[in-house]
């Protein structure tokens, strides 16, 4: 993939951010982008640029985009989100590429997982509805201490599973309690659905606020007797695909088990089933990351009509610390015409 054209198709399709217009400091110069004159690694650099003397404001190519506080290429970016798409382990990444560090790809990773939490927050969509069934549960996540003993070192996870459509939700809470699992339940499911949990004390007010609330006793049987469609096997499945796949066996900190739950969460919902899950995630970054232009409000900005920039690559390990918007994504957006 040659750098020039991918850095064209980031500008083009709205991943990288047109500055182009009247300059939003002095309200006199044109915004225009500017070749700086260095080369690394073989790409050019280049950046925004005002061009009247007594203002001269320089604006960074990757200005309110995802690939914003990095001195990583952005076409080293896109391979790291490929592999986070397509679920290359991170230790294949790192042998193939050998530019990038360990911690480098834990980081960007990390920013991956946070769209997918951002995107969840976003939408909000409640999962059941009328004459749906959501099964709810709570299961403990972590490793016997020492092996030894049947006591549990980890966290507490409240989740639910549509039965039609196999939408689920997943919070890790602190307490089993009814003033915790509640307001999830209630945050999380639509209050026309009919709720199946097995007979734990902080749930028998849940009639009070869904359609229906069906039980099952699992100390005594694990479907009821009496109606063989009343049990909780499908979010019970869940938390053993969970536990097997979705959470890493070693080295996962408590606080990073929600961006995980999240990660799983958008995979099912918007990117399994698409034409292509990479288009898919990129539309999600787009609505994460929205770009803003340098243009006054009153003024409309020159249209561009040159080919996009080159990002220069760095060596630097990326920031921590990134920047979020909420905003519906550019409606050319469609990412259909452009070879992955």
Sequence with gaps: MATNNFSDYLYFKGLLGDFSGVCSRCNIGEVTKKYDGKSRNGENTYFWRCNYHKCRK???????????????????????????????????????????????????????????????????????????????DESKFGKRKYDRGDKVDGVWVFGGIDRQTRETFFQVVKHRSAETLIPI????????????????????????QFFQHLTVNHSIHFVNPEDRSVHTNSIESQWHVLKRTVIPAFGTRKHMYD??????CVRKRYLEGSECQLKAFLKLINRVYPLKTCQTPSTTAATHTSPGPSISPGPSRPSKVRKKIVSAPPEDSDFSDYEY
């Design 259 to 264: 961006s995980y739950f999240s990660n799983y």
């Design 58 to 136: 320089k604006i960074s190519l990757k200005r309110d985009s995802f690939f914003e506080k990095s001195q990583l290429s952005c076409q080293d970016v896109f391979i790291l989100i490929c592999g986070f798409v397509y679920k290359f382990p991170q230790y294949t990444i790192h042998q193939t590429y050998k530019k990038f560090a360990s911690h480098t790809l834990v980081d960007w990773y990390n920013f991956c997982r946070d769209v997918c939490s951002d995107i969840l927050l976003i939408d909000n969509k409640k999962i059941g509805g009328p004459g749906h069934v959501v099964e709810i």
């Design 185 to 208: 339940l209630v945050e999380f499911v639509h209050p026309e659905t009919t709720i199946i949990s097995d007979c734990w004390k902080a749930y028998k007010n849940i009639k009070n």
